[in-house]
């Protein structure tokens, strides 16, 4: 498998798994999301928040599709490439 397949492939991934916060089909619960007090405790501010950090991996993971497409040599995984890579999985552990 090339990079350039892999990194398409953790895009779509991460962008897959910020749909439903993103649409607010995540309710809340003690196993996946933000939870702290103020999510947990409140439905509105869960539902908030969690959709927030839904667009946001959505827009990391699209962001980086955008980046790969309009250069074609990121497949060597540049320096600008691995950031926005690793910023796209940091926001995708937070939902896990």
Do not use: D, E, K, Q
Request: hydrophobic share 60%.
């Amino acid at each position: 498998m090339s990079t350039r397949v892999l990194l398409y492939s953790i895009c779509a991934i991460v962008a897959v798994l910020a749909l439903p916060p993103m649409f607010g089909l995540l309710p809340p619960n003690h196993s996946v999301g933000i939870r702290i007090g103020v999510t947990l405790g409140s439905p509105v501010i869960w539902y908030l928040v969690h959709g927030i950090l839904g667009w946001a991996l959505f827009s990391a993971a699209a962001g980086l599709a955008f980046w790969l497409r309009r250069h074609p040599n990121a497949a060597r995984l540049s320096p600008l490439a691995l950031m926005l890579l690793a910023m796209s999985l940091l926001a995708g552990m937070m939902l896990g």
